[in-house]
Structure formats: C-alpha cells, structure tokens
C-alpha cells in the first residue's frame, strides 16, 4: 500500500491507486484517494487519523476518498471506474449502491453522488482552465444526504437499457459545493431476481428438501424470520443462505417474513415441515 496519496505526478498516483483496487480506475486526471488500514499508521494512506476526523472502512480494509467539488475551483471532480465482473442484462431490474461517510475535509452534505453506468470506459473532459469534469448523465442518483463520518447506505434502482459493462461513480451534476469531499465503501449491482420459494420441507436425511433453499437469493442481503401459528418467532436470520433445515420443530404449519436487508421487498407466506 502507497503512504502518500499526495504525487503530483498522475501516473504514478494512477499506479498506486491499481496496486491497491486491483480493478477500479482513476478515468481522469483527478486523483481519488486510497485508504487502507493495512497501510503503515504512520501514512497518510491510514485512515483512522484525529486530524483526518475520519472513520474505519465500513467493510474489510479498504476505502477510497473523493471530491464532489473543490474550494477554490468549483469545476474540480474526482471518480472512480470500474468494469463489472458481468455486463447487465436488458430489461432486467438491478439495485445499486454504496456506502458513503464524510470527512473533516467536507464541509458540505453529499447528495451529488451518482453511477453512471456505460458499455465502454468514460472519457474525460480537460482543458487549460483545470476542468476535471464528466459530462453524462448517470442513470442512479441519491437524494440522501450525509455530513457526518457514521457510513449511511445510499441505493436506487436501475433497468439496464443495454448491455452496461462499466461503472463510474462521482459528481455529475453542475451544483456547485464549497468543499464536498467523501468516503466511499462497499459498492455493489445486485441484480433483483424472481425468487422461488419452496412451501414444504422435508428435513429427513434423503437429501431431498431437506433444507429452506430459496432459489434467486443473493447471500447476505435478506433476513428470515419463521414463526409459528401462534405468531412466535421460532428462527432468526439476518444473513439468510439457505441453509436452515427445520431446526427440529416438530412437523406442521409455519409462517416465513423474508425481508431484503438495504430496501423494502419482502415475501411472506407458509411453509410446512414434513419428516
């Protein structure tokens, strides 16, 4: 992991940025920064910093800092690209998003963030007047606002109109800010599947249903509850991977709540317990 994030020279910040996102990219001149507690504490590139008043990744190590604008020059952006390990689907619904937390270098709330998603890499606009600015519009925006450094999830909706296969996130808009600098982490397109969900179960030992396998679930996003017919909460999930097998309740009628973690889509129904 680099210590400095501070290289004037952009290819070699370009190149300090790869070593750590192995796959994310700076797509213009700006210089997005990367933080990692595996960095050295004595590095810049370590977050967790009194004079940075900056908080820990939300998840794993890593996280990356980006102005939305800059003081003193209000044309000034910064971004981060990616290619998507698949390209999205036409006609299909997807739900996208990222943690987002701000920094002592922030003096303004970040409701400029978008994700522009494209079928090739984004080119970037640049002049002698120091514009470092993308010029497309993304197809999620968030109205959320966040000014303080507790990581709040930002998230929307997406119908891919084509076959998308990279992802650039950043300030698209004109609204000027004085200072918006934010952190970044956990950035995800889950496509929103069609669930199927079984109604019996027959935990017995023939390796046939013997398990609440819920075909189209997406580890890590949902919750499960199971309760019985007198509205007790018998079983709890909050990372459901549809591994449960009955749990030995005897056999019988049970009511299922399936709820997404980040937005509100829920099943509920029955399901019976055969041995």
Known sequence: MPCDIYVTNITETKMQFNAVFKNWMLPTY??????????????????????????????????????????????????????????LDVGHQYLCGFYVASSSESNSSAN????????????HSYDD????????????????????????????????????????????RDRAQDNGYNLIDSVFVERIEKLIIPNVITPNGDCCNNKFEIIGLQINRWNLKIFNRWGQEVYYSKNYSGDWDGGNLASGVYYYHLAHRFVDISYKGTLTIFY
């Not at 400029?112 to 080119?123: A, E």
């Not at 010029?135 to 507790?150: G, L, R, W």
Request: charged share 20%; with cysteine.
């Open 129 to 172: 007047t120091f514009v470092f600015s993308l010029n497309y519009s993304p197809q999620v925006t968030f109205a959320t606002v966040n000014d303080d450094k507790n990581w709040k999830l930002y998230f929307g909706y997406l119908t891919s109109e084509q076959e998308f296969a990279h992802l650039t996130i950043g300030n698209f």
């Open 112 to 123: 400029v963030l978008g994700m522009y998603f494209s079928t090739d890499t984004v080119t």
């Open 30 to 87: 700006a210089t997005t920064d990367p933080y990692s507690l595996l960095s050295d504490r004595a590095c810049l590139t370590y977050p967790i910093r009194d004079f940075w008043d900056m908080p820990a990744p939300k998840h794993g190590n890593n996280m990356i800092g980006l102005y939305t604008t800059r003081l003193g020059n209000q044309n000034y952006r910064e971004y981060v690209s990616v290619e998507l390990n698949d390209k």
